[in-house]
């Protein structure tokens, strides 16, 4: 590994959709292995791994990870609960030696109401699109420099709350490599119970666009609130694909939408059996 390369430990915290695998932390973490850094992923999430939640993050901090990255999705009050949990226990742990990180979908919707629930167990937040702001900040902390003004980010000094401008959206999808599941924990048991005897690299699904919902166009909703558990959402979106040449070794999948009342929208690959005709194209 190169000298300023980090152990990375992102946490996939429990969510009121139970062994739904995270493709934003599969993403970010391919993107960090691209340069050089050492990455898992503890997923919480997941039932089907032997040992409770708490033998499982005690056995992964063994690892003595030099950041670690929570993430809020989907974003509700049982998340951010179990996501308190999570960082308390790590930080004692851990301590000051490492940095630790929130980010998701629980920050973006919301940033200043996410920096006052988890300003006091974070060290920084991320909002919006994950993979080049952790990549940034990491870089950063492993330099030794400073972790202020990095685009993307939220952080309290002083008590003051510092929220950074939005980083732009990545609008070539095609400079990201595929998302990497082989750094989960529980990927071995997701896959053979979602996709039986099919190999790892068929049944991973991968982004092939996302849509970004303009937040300016409706208020904020206070999802940290639980008396205000809002998901409406604007129409006004923006649209980002991967390639045409990067879809054809996919030619054999159908194409799902899977819309999540959230800020962000993914379209997934779904696996068709072999031998059938491809849908004709739109």
């Known amino acids: 590994m ?3 390369a980090m152990r ?7 969510s009121v959709s139970p062994n739904q695998i995270n493709l934003g932390l599969a993403s970010i973490g391919a993107v960090l292995k691209q340069r050089g850094h050492e990455v898992r992923v503890l997923d919480l999430n997941n039932l089907n791994v032997p040992g409770s939640r708490g033998s499982r993050l005690k056995k992964a901090l063994e690892w003595r990870p030099e950041v670690f990255a929570v993430s809020l999705f989907p974003a509700c009050t049982y998340n951010y609960n179990h996501a308190e949990r ?7 742990l851990l301590g000051r030696e490492c940095l630790f990180v929130v980010g998701g979908i629980g920050v973006t919707i919301d940033v200043s109401a996410a920096l006052k629930r988890f300003g006091g167990l974070a060290d920084i937040l991320v909002h919006g699109e994950g993979e080049v702001t952790l990549a940034e900040v990491i870089e950063r902390r492993a330099a030794g420099g400073d972790l202020g003004g990095i685009l993307g980010t939220a952080l309290a000094v002083d008590g003051k ?17 595929f998302a ?21 690299e068929l049944a991973q699904p991968f982004v092939v666009g996302r849509r970004a919902h303009d937040r300016s166009t409706h208020p904020t909703h206070d999802t940290h609130n639980t008396e205000n558990q809002s998901t409406s ?46 849908p004709p194209s739109r």
């Open 180 to 200: 990497d599941y082989r750094v989960f924990d529980s990927v071995g048991e997701t896959i053979a119970a979602k996709f039986g005897n099919l190999s790892l």
């Open 8 to 14: 990375v430990l992102l946490v996939d915290v429990p």
């Open 233 to 278: 959402h604007p129409f006004s979106t923006k649209h980002a694909f991967i390639s045409p040449e990067r879809q054809r070794p996919v030619r054999r999948f159908t194409w799902l939408c899977w819309v999540t009342p959230v800020a962000d929208t993914r379209w997934f690959p779904r696996i068709r059996p072999a031998g059938r005709e491809d």
């Open 2 to 4: 190169p000298e300023s």
């Open 86 to 92: 999570v960082l308390r226990n790590a930080r004692e």
């Open 161 to 177: 709350e510092i929220i950074n401008p939005e980083r732009p959206l990545i609008e070539d999808l095609d400079s990201l490599p």
